[in-house]
C-alpha cells in the first residue's frame, strides 16, 4: 500500500535545488519562461517520484515535491510552499557552504515545526576536500534542528551519490509519522487558474482529511462555499484524495478572486467538514531564534507592542498588529505570548505555526505557535487569560490539555464548540473527554456539554444553598420560582444551555422541578405563626358557607387575611374558580363527587341540572364546571357534560 508524503527543497540561491529536484524526479520545476531564461527559480515548482518503502515487498512512498526559490527576493514564495511539508532536502553548496538563505531557510522551516531532515551537499564534485567541508558543515549545524540530520554528498551533473540520498529519503520517511487525518480537509491554494470550459482550478497540499467527489468546502477568508467536481494527484484523476497528496480541484461555483469580487487566489484556504469562523485575532506564543540572519539588520531590532508585521499561514499572508501583555520587548532567543489582530479573517487551528516577516519583507522576525484560534481581544492581559495561555504553550498539541483548559477557561462549554478548531478527530475528542471525566476533570451534562468539574460542583452548591435559604424565608411557599434563581446565580446563567443543564442536576439531586418552580425533596409548607388565627377563620367561614360563599376580597380583609388566603390556595387548602368564587378544599372535593356520581348515574347533565342537584347558584355553578374541564374530570359535549 503506498505512502504519501510531501517534500520540500530549502537553502541559499544557486545552491542547486531545482537541478538537484529535475534528477530525483526527471521533472524541471523551473516552469517559467524568465525561470528557465534567468536560471532562476522565482516561482515554486512542483514534480513527483516514487521509491520503494525499505523492507517491504513492493510497497513505495508516492512523493510530491514543492521546490522552492532561494533568492532573498522571494523568500515569500518559499514560505507559502513549505507550510506543508513532512521532510525538508536542505541543501548546501560544497564550494559555497551555509550562506544567509540558508539561515533563514532553517529558521523558517524551524518556526514551522518541521522534524524531518536530510541535507544534501551538493556540487560535491567541485570540492577537493569532501571529508572537509562535510565536518565543517556538521559543525554549522550544532545547535539547530538540523543536527544529527544525514549529510550526503551528491552531485546532480555526475549522477555521485543520488542513489544514497534516496535511500536517506527513503530511510527518514520511513521512520516519520504518515500526514495526520482527523476529518477535517484543509488545502492552502498554492495556484489558481480557470482553464477555459473548465472553471476554476486549484491545486495545494492536502491536509487535515481526505477529499471525495461532492465534498462541500468552505474558501477562507471570503466564507464562499463550494463543492468538488474533480480531483487529481499529478496528473491521474482520483474519486479521492487523501491527507500527504499534491492535489488539484476543480471547483466550478468558486469564481477567481478579482477586484471588488470575492472568490479564491493563492493564499486562500480550503477547509472542508464544519469549520468554525475566521477572526480578525489569535493568541500565540512567539519565539526567536538565538541566531540572527546575516545581512538582515531587521533580525537584529527587538519585537515591540503594536509592530505591524506579515503573518505567513499555509500558502497566504496577512498584515496583523502584534500585541504583549506587558511592555515586553522579544529580542533574538526570547518567547513570549502575544496577540496578532489582523487586518482581514485568518482560519487557523490550535498548535498551528505560523511565520512573522517584516512588513518590508527584507527581514524573518519570528514563528508563532497558534495557542487560541477565537480570543476575544478584552482582558488579553488579565491574570486568567494569561494563565490560561501559559498553561497551553507548555504543550500546544496535546489534547487533554487543550479541553481542560477550554473548560478551565469557560467552564461550561458545548461539545461542538469542543471539537471546533482542534486538529483532532471526533472520535479522538471524545476519548480525551472520556478520559478527563474519568479523571473527575470534567463532568458530562447529558450529551451536549461539558463544565469543569469543579466549577460545576461550587455551582451546584451555590443553587442548593440559594433554594434552600428561599424556603427558609417563605416557608409558605411551594417553592422558588426559576426565574428568580436565575436571577440570584447572575451572569454565569448567561452561558446558553447553562441553566437548563443545571436544573436537570439539580432535579437528580432531591430537588423537584415543575412549572416554573423548584424546591426541596424535604421541603414541606409552614404557616407562620401570625397567620394562624386568619387561616382558621377563612377556613371555618368556608367549611360553614358550602356552596354559597361570600366573596374573595371579604375573607382578605386585612394583610394578614391577604397572605393567609394565598398561603391556604397554594396548600389547596382553598380552592379558588375564578376572582369571584373561592370554595373550601373539602367542600370542592365532596362536590366534585357529586357531580361525578351524578354523570355515572345518568351518563351526562347540563349545567342546570347540576345546579338543581347541588342546590348551588349559577354563579358557583359555571366556574365549578369550567374548572372541571380543565382538570379534566368532565368534558362538554354542547350543553351536556360527560365524565372523562
Known amino acids: 500500500m503506498p505512502r504519501n508524503f510531501i517534500i520540500g527543497t530549502a ?12 534528477t530525483l524526479t526527471g521533472t524541471n520545476p523551473d516552469r517559467l519562461p524568465e525561470e528557465k531564461e534567468r536560471g532562476v527559480t522565482i516561482e515554486l515548482g512542483f514534480a513527483h517520484f516514487s521509491l520503494p518503502i525499505p523492507n517491504t515487498q513492493s510497497d513505495t512512498f508516492e512523493i510530491g515535491v514543492v521546490d522552492v526559490p532561494g533568492h532573498a527576493d522571494f523568500v515569500n514564495n518559499m514560505v507559502a510552499g513549505v507550510g506543508s511539508i513532512d521532510l525538508a532536502i536542505f541543501i ?36 577537493d576536500d569532501l571529508e572537509f567541508v562535510t565536518e565543517i558543515l556538521a559543525d554549522d549545524l550544532q545547535g539547530t534542528a538540523l543536527e544529527g540530520a544525514p549529510i550526503i554528498p551528491v552531485s546532480a551533473p555526475t549522477g555521485l551519490g543520488i542513489d544514497d540520498l534516496k535511500e536517506a529519503i527513503a530511510n527518514t520517511l520511513s521512520h516519520a509519522a504518515d500526514p495526520r487525518d482527523f476529518e477535517q480537509p484543509r488545502l492552502a491554494v498554492d495556484r489558481a487558474f480557470s482553464p477555459k470550459g473548465v472553471g476554476t482550478v486549484v491545486t495545494g497540499t492536502l491536509t487535515g482529511g481526505k477529499l471525495a467527489l461532492g465534498t462541500q468546502l468552505t474558501a477562507y477568508p471570503s466564507g464562499l462555499k463550494t463543492h468538488v467536481r474533480s480531483i487529481q494527484n499529478h496528473s491521474a484523476s482520483l474519486d479521492e484524495a487523501v491527507p500527504g497528496m499534491r492535489t488539484a480541484l476543480n471547483l466550478p461555483d468558486l469564481p477567481l478572486s478579482a477586484k471588488g469580487k470575492k472568490g479564491v487566489s493563492r493564499g486562500h484556504l480550503l477547509v472542508g467538514g464544519n469549520p468554525g469562523e475566521a477572526t480578525l485575532e489569535i493568541d500565540v506564543n512567539i519565539t526567536r531564534a538565538r541566531r540572527p540572519i546575516p545581512g538582515q539588520t531587521g533580525t537584529q531590532r527587538p519585537l515591540k507592542s503594536n ?43 490550535a498548535g498551528e505555526r505560523l511565520v512573522i516577516r517584516e512588513l518590508s519583507g527584507e527581514a524573518t522576525l519570528a514563528g508563532a505557535t497558534v495557542l487560541d484560534p477565537h480570543p476575544t481581544r478584552r482582558q488579553f492581559r488579565s491574570l486568567q487569560r494569561q494563565t490560561f495561555l501559559h498553561a497551553r504553550a507548555e504543550a500546544p498539541n496535546d489534547l487533554q490539555g487543550l479541553l481542560r483548559t477550554h473548560l478551565e477557561r469557560d467552564y461550561f462549554v458545548p461539545t461542538h464548540v469542543l471539537n471546533q478548531s482542534l486538529p483532532f478527530s471526533d472520535a479522538e475528542v471524545k476519548a480525551a473527554l472520556k478520559k478527563l471525566t474519568k479523571a473527575n476533570e470534567i463532568v458530562a451534562r447529558g450529551e451536549k456539554h461539558f463544565a469543569h468539574a469543579s466549577y460545576w460542583k461550587e455551582l451546584v452548591k451555590k443553587s442548593s444553598k440559594v433554594v434552600q ?8 411557599h411551594v417553592g422558588m420560582s426559576t426565574d428568580l434563581l436565575k436571577k440570584n446565580l447572575g451572569a454565569v446563567t448567561a452561558v446558553r444551555g447553562l441553566f437548563d443543564a443545571l436544573l436537570i442536576q439539580l432535579a437528580e439531586k432531591n430537588f423537584k422541578v415543575a412549572e416554573n418552580l423548584i424546591c426541596h425533596n424535604s421541603h414541606s409548607l409552614e404557616l407562620p405563626p401570625e397567620l394562624e388565627a386568619p387561616a382558621a377563620e377563612i377556613l371555618k367561614i368556608l367549611a360553614e358557607s358550602g356552596l354559597a360563599p361570600p366573596l374573595p376580597a371579604e375573607l382578605q380583609a386585612t394583610p394578614n387575611h391577604e397572605a393567609a388566603y394565598k398561603f391556604l390556595a ?3 387548602q382553598i380552592i379558588p374558580l375564578d376572582p369571584k368564587v373561592t370554595l373550601g378544599g373539602g367542600i370542592f372535593q365532596g362536590t366534585l363527587e357529586q357531580v361525578r356520581n351524578y354523570i355515572e348515574t345518568n351518563g351526562q347533565a347540563t349545567a342546570s341540572e347540576l345546579r338543581q342537584h347541588l342546590n348551588t347558584s349559577r354563579k358557583v355553578i359555571m366556574p365549578l364546571l369550567e374548572r372541571l374541564d380543565r382538570d379534566k374530570v368532565t368534558r362538554r359535549e354542547g350543553d351536556f357534560r360527560t365524565l372523562v
Not at 537553502?11 to 529535475?22: E, F, M, N, P
Not at 559555497?96 to 564534485?125: C, R
Open 11 to 22: 537553502g541559499h540561491i544557486d545552491h542547486g535545488k531545482s537541478t538537484l529536484v529535475q
Open 92 to 127: 548546501v553548496a560544497a564550494d559555497d557552504s551555509w550562506m544567509p538563505q540558508s539561515e533563514e531557510h532553517l529558521q523558517i522551516l524551524t518556526y514551522l515545526g518541521i522534524k524531518n531532515f536530510v541535507v544534501a551537499l551538493t556540487k560535491a564534485d567541485l570540492v
Open 307 to 349: 509592530h505591524r508585521i506579515f503573518v505567513h499561514h499555509g500558502s497566504g499572508r496577512t498584515q496583523a498588529r502584534v500585541l504583549f501583555p506587558e511592555d515586553i520587548v522579544l529580542d533574538l532567543g526570547d518567547t513570549s505570548i502575544a496577540q496578532l489582530r489582523f487586518d482581514h479573517p485568518i482560519h487557523t487551528l
Open 469 to 476: 435559604d428561599y424556603h427558609r424565608s417563605h416557608p409558605d
Open 570 to 572: 397554594r396548600t389547596r
